[in-house]
């Protein structure tokens, strides 16, 4: 069996894709965003709380260590803690937060903890499994303020709040460079699954080789009874971020006609909701002296067509044009999209207030939609194209 070895505890030391076995079973449709989900909590717990998984241990080595009255989230993490290490790739960047937990698994004593290791049987005990995970607990605080985590996690946040401003002050350029625009607003995702194989994302797990070394092999997590292998742009940021540069290069190739007077553009991109999925929003602006209103059709269905072919016909896309409270919002005089008089303070102030959409600030919420694992850590969540092809 291949494996990548990690010596030294070295979240920095991993091998090429080309060493790594590619017999392993994929990302199943909903896996990745439930142990995602869940590692996002528990991390949070450990973060906000001084709360400890259990208020008191067994007295005897035989009895098991009981939820209690203690941090419940904690707590239930215990046994997902071996599995969340399947959400690390060491080729891509992670927040302080996460990266936090990846580091420090590997480098305390509880990431030993296995049934049937041999060499760590003593660890099967169940209240020194969970003495060693309380300690672990206090390390990954300790270490969380060895690393300043909670400073980086607010320059993350503070970030993307500043993607905002930036989406204001491009509009503002716009204003004024045009008379007259015509607004698109599409998202761009993926299909939910996908049958070829060089479509999914295989799962991989680390175990411990020695007490210095560890190594990337295939998950052995459990498939369900009909497994669906989940579309892998779904799941990596990486190859998201491909298909959006795809979907603007070769302006003059068959969809010239798209770009010709598209003078501006928007993509932010996040992650969704319960489903945890990459997906885009898209704003795209025309020249409203040259696109009117009648040409909208055209141009959605010439958007949603080419970005459905730069993913291989795995994109798909909602038209917000078609939100059902649209002849509402019309009727009421406050509907965005389409036409837009860049000399009228009412359209600008609605456009500004309805991109704002486009930069969710609430952290906290479960359905947070920030992206916390990019390909690399200079990579753009915020795109803008200002100005006609060239």
Not at 59 to 77: D, F, I, K, M
Not at 170 to 190: F, G, P, T
Not at 225 to 234: C, F, T, W
Not at 322 to 328: E, F, K, L, V
Request: a neutral charge; proline letters at 5%; aromatic letters at 12%.
């Amino acid at each position: 069996m291949n494996a990548c070895i990690t010596p030294g505890f070295s979240p920095g030391n991993s091998c090429p894709p080309y060493e790594r076995n590619t017999d392993a079973r994929f990302w199943e449709v909903g896996e990745y965003s439930a142990l995602y989900r869940t590692l996002i909590r528990f991390i949070s717990e450990v973060l906000e709380t001084c709360e400890m998984p259990f208020n008191c241990l067994p007295a005897s080595v035989t009895e098991p260590a009981q939820l209690g009255t203690g941090n419940r989230v904690l707590a239930s993490a215990m046994r997902h803690c071996r599995q969340f290490m399947d959400l690390y790739e060491p080729r891509w960047s992670y927040t302080a937060d996460l990266k936090l937990f990846f580091d420090c698994y590997r480098e305390h004593p509880f990431g030993l903890v296995e049934p049937g290791m041999g060499a760590f049987d003593r660890f099967n005990e169940y209240v020194l499994v969970a003495e060693v995970y309380h300690d672990f607990i206090a390390f990954l605080r300790q270490e969380a303020v060895m690393r300043r985590v909670r400073k980086h996690l607010a320059d993350w946040k503070a970030g993307i709040l500043l993607q905002r401003q930036t989406i204001h002050e491009y509009l503002a350029e716009l204003y004024a460079l045009y008379r007259w625009l015509l607004i698109v607003r599409i998202d761009h995702s993926y299909k939910e699954d996908a049958v070829d194989e060089h479509d999914l994302l295989p799962r991989m797990s680390w175990r411990p080789y020695s007490t210095r070394q560890w190594l990337q092999v295939p998950s052995d997590a459990a498939s369900s009874l009909e497994p669906v292998g989940e579309s892998r742009a779904r799941i990596d940021t990486g190859l998201a971020m491909e298909d959006r540069n795809r979907f603007f290069k070769n302006q003059h190739g068959s969809d010239w006609w798209l770009f010709e007077h598209m003078v501006g553009s928007v993509w932010k991109m996040e992650v969704g909701g319960l489903s945890s999925a990459n997906h885009f929003h898209g704003l795209y602006v025309f020249d409203g002296t040259k696109w009117k209103i009648s040409d909208l059709p055209r141009l959605i269905n010439g958007l949603i067509h080419r970005w459905s072919s730069v993913t291989r016909d795995l994109g798909q896309s909602y038209s917000c044009h078609d939100s059902p409270g649209r002849q509402r919002l019309i009727e009421k005089g406050t509907w965005v999209l389409g036409e837009h008089d860049c000399n009228n303070p009412a359209h600008r102030k609605r456009l500004d207030t309805y991109v704002n959409y486009f930069v969710k600030t609430d952290f906290e919420k479960e359905d947070a939609q920030a992206v916390r694992i990019k390909p690399t850590s200079g990579a753009n969540t915020l795109t803008t194209k200002l100005g006609r092809r060239r």
